[in-house]
């Protein structure tokens, strides 16, 4: 298995940290560093986050990271990481 982040989770990423930097930079670090860990261990277990049936016949499934969730679509041999956001927030992804 391969992972690949798709450029709107790279948005993501960047937009998370700004908004937390403006507050405490050095917690908006540790919660982007938490968040580019994570899906790692995606690769020895890909099927672990929830599938989400609403988006069948695509295999997209969730992981929560603390407070924050990441869809993430597998495609053959290769994880893409599609979209991470603070649970609070509202958004309509993927």
Known sequence: MRLKWTGKALDDLARL???LAAVNKPAAARTVQS???????LLEQ???GEKLE????REVRRILVGRYEMRYEIQDST???LRPWHTREDRQLC
Do not use: D
Not at 35 to 41: E, H, S
Not at 54 to 57: L, N, S, V
């Open 35 to 41: 968040l580019t860990y994570a899906p790692a261990r």
């Open 17 to 19: 940290y700004e908004f």
């Open 46 to 48: 890909p099927y672990i």
């Open 54 to 57: 609403e988006f069948e016949p």
């Open 79 to 81: 994880i893409y990481i």
